[in-house]
């Protein structure tokens, strides 16, 4: 039988937050790193589970991880630097990375009457499901896992589903992020365990290439 290639498209900022909230949800008794996240050894882990525990068909085999995230230029230089230290040590691995940006925008707070300024992510969203036709159109997988829990991304699977018929489009939810909108339309999906997730964790410090490491930043 053949392999099947399957890619998975990681929604960096939806599966950061949901790592925050890990972090929240075990607050002082957590035992082991959690956003210090090596997404190649957690695709290969969720790939290796067994049946539906893994959401993935037979004998799957990991083809390339797309990363999309945003570097966090609205807030402290400490927030840029430990994003691009982890972005490069993520390249590291072979894993490909897109970058968005934040945009400014005038928010107005009906409670206190007053205007204020927030950022929110641009780009990353279209460029994620001009990825998922990508590798659709151009057959470089038979499978692809969304690490995602978007529901804004739901017009683009179920075009991508009319489209291609003969790919498969899973969805992988990060912490807390389930929902029922993507789990119907998604040929198959699953829930990126917390134990999966500190179970595969970047090396500490991280060797990036000859003489060059990253250690991770302090409560990661």
Not at 51 to 59: A, E, K, W
Not at 129 to 145: H, M, P, R, W
Not at 154 to 167: D, G, I
């Amino acid at each position: 039988m053949s392999t099947n290639r399957t890619c998975f498209i990681v929604d960096g900022f939806n599966l950061y937050h949901s790592l925050v909230n890990l972090c929240d949800f075990f607050g002082t008794n957590r035992k082991r790193p959690v956003k210090w996240l090596d997404l190649k050894k957690l695709c290969n882990s969720q790939i290796s589970l067994a049946g539906r525990q893994s959401g993935l068909p037979g004998r799957a085999a990991l083809q390339a991880i797309y990363y999309f995230s945003a570097s966090p230029t609205h807030r402290s230089q400490d927030h840029v630097n430990r994003h691009t230290l982890y972005i490069e040590c993520l390249k590291s691995t072979g894993v490909v990375v897109q970058l968005g940006r934040f945009k400014k925008k005038d928010v107005y707070c009906r409670k206190c009457k007053r205007e204020f300024v927030a950022h929110e992510e641009k780009e990353s969203d279209v460029a994620i499901a001009g990825k998922l036709f990508e590798l659709c159109y151009s057959n470089e997988c038979e499978t692809i896992v969304m690490i995602t829990g978007d529901t804004d991304l739901v017009p683009a699977v179920k075009l991508c589903k009319q489209l291609f018929p003969s790919k498969r489009i899973i969805i992988g939810f990060p912490f807390q992020r389930k929902n029922k909108e993507l789990a119907n339309i998604a040929h198959g999906s699953f829930v990126l365990s917390p134990q999966l997730i500190m179970g595969n964790q970047l090396p500490d410090p991280c060797i990036i290439s000859a003489g060059i490491e990253f250690d991770m930043p302090v409560g990661w």
